[in-house]
């Protein structure tokens, strides 16, 4: 994948010319305060205005005005540096490819903005609050002033449609006018439909750059030219060859009861799915189960089987997604609504398989009964964890699921187990993709791939778990020592086991301080702080120098050194 950055002051240039040579073009710039208005949540303007805490008139029609795909609109987003979630939640919801900047004439290009406004001289209308009246707003030959109030949304609940009105009946048929616009939330509404009523004119959202002609006072942290803002430059990734398309494929086996809370979350997500399969794998005795026509406009694709297949299945059927991506999730795994943004983040900047839940193991021979540490939803860490093999949700490229399938038949034969360590292990046998567990800071859970305690409620509801079935635990570890046997290593050597305590008393303690030895004895009291614990004294008492076990022990530190550079 590309990782090819535009930049905030690259972006002004090109845009700028396009006003600058007469051309008719419309700019829709859309933020956090846009986003929070189309999603119903409360949130303070900087202007005095306050959003409810539903979905209003105003909210409806910002969506509504995401929808023109013209070659000569574009739409200003959040960008990734300033609002991770939001340019997630823009960029999967805007099908028009002209994706700029909502900060375009802010920040570090706000001296620049100054300079090249005052340089327009040419024929406008402005739509602005009430205190820009009679104020001249640069050089412009204003032809008329359209005022607003400070409460958006009261005046666009009950004077929107006139104002609208008033200025399709004056400036309707005119072209080639500069529509300046200073709005607040309403600014987008108000181009949308004045570009479908003449797209002719030149319709530009400039927001509060303009403040400073009307206002009297500084509005905004950018305009101190010493404040982090003021020196800003934006940047996001090239909206022309950055690819957002994930195809979430859902399981449903034995808990029809928790789809519905599952296609919540995954439809509430920032980076917005493009399609949701659901595969149907068949269950004795069958379930109470109806794809009723409310459900089936929630669900691209319906998979559904008469013989059961085990958890393999439900790869195969990603094979039938659209998009560049896929996800896949257990049907009793409900994800935070940044769980595919995390993801997707990651695998721009490391290729790898990302999973909501990863195993450490230090001796794969003993998993899942020890010998392993988890990391995930529960295992809070604030950075990505290469891992052995991921579960509950796993996030990758579509094209790479056919490593599968590669020698895969006595493997699943276990069918209703190994499914997830054999695709990571055949993943990185095969192309050279690693696992990992992306971030799941303790105090973000929209970042997780699972919710903590629903996690640990559905995951351990009896009849229905895997993995409270004493046989499938069995299976398992036979799964396991059959990879072994052919070539899987456990990473033992990762930071992540190193300074772990299971990892001290487990790993080390059975390869070099056997049990019933007094080194075991020692090791243990110095484990449990009743012993001084130093490399020194352990080395030279328990690894002689020049024996089998020190140069074992050298190898060993080495590799620590070596894996904290990376």
Known sequence: MSRKKVFLNHE??????????????????????????????????????????????????????????????????????????????????????????????????????????????????????????????????ILMH??????????????????????????????????????????????????????????????????????GKQTRPYEDRWSVYANRNCWMYDPQIMNFDVSVILTLYQRPAKLLEQLDAVENQTLKPREIILFHDASTPPIDFEFDEKLRSRITNYIKLDKNVGVWGRFAGGLLATSKYVCFFDDDTIPGNRWLENCHTQIVKRKGLYGAIGIDSWNLNNYPYRSFRRWGWDGAWDNTKEVDFAGHSWFLEKDWLGALWINNSQF????????????????????????????????????????????????????VAISLNPRHLDNMNKAMKLLVAQGMKAGHCRLSNIFSRDYVADYIADRFFPKGSKRRDVLMQCINGTKRFGSTYIADKFFPMDSRRRRILTQYIKEIKRMSKK
């Open 146 to 215: 359209y005022s607003i109030s400070d409460d958006c949304f009261d005046f666009w609940e009950n004077q929107g449609e006139k104002l609208l009105s008033d200025i399709k009946r004056d400036f309707g048929d005119k072209k080639d006018l500069l529509f300046v616009i200073s709005a607040g939330p309403m600014s987008e509404p108000i181009i949308a439909e004045l570009y479908k009523n003449n797209p002719n004119n030149c319709y530009i959202d400039f927001g509060s750059s303009i403040d400073r002609y009307y206002r």
């Open 412 to 463: 699943y034969a276990f069918k209703y187990v190994a499914e997830d360590v054999f695709l990571s292990y055949s993943l990185n046998k095969w192309i050279n993709i690693k696992t990992y567990v992306p971030p799941h800071p303790k105090n973000d859970l929209d970042l997780y791939g699972s919710t903590p305690g629903k996690a640990e409620e559905y995951g351990q509801e009896p009849d």
């Open 12 to 141: 002004f240039d090109k845009i700028w010319k396009k006003i600058e040579e007469g051309e008719n073009i419309s700019i829709l710039r859309y933020a956090d305060g846009e986003r929070a208005v189309m999603i119903g949540e409360s949130v303070a303007g900087v202007d005095g205005w306050t959003s409810p805490n539903h979905v209003s008139k105003l909210g409806k029609d910002l969506l509504k005005a995401l929808e023109i795909n013209d070659k000569n609109v574009y739409y200003g987003i959040s960008c990734p540096c300033c609002d991770h979630p939001a340019y997630y939640w823009y960029s999967t919801r805007i099908s028009n490819p002209n994706i700029t900047f909502a900060n375009l004439w802010v920040n570090a290009n706000h001296p620049r903005f100054i300079k090249s406004f005052e340089k327009l001289n040419r024929e406008a209308v402005i739509i602005a609050n009430y205190r820009a009246e009679g104020k001249q707003i640069g050089n412009l030959k």
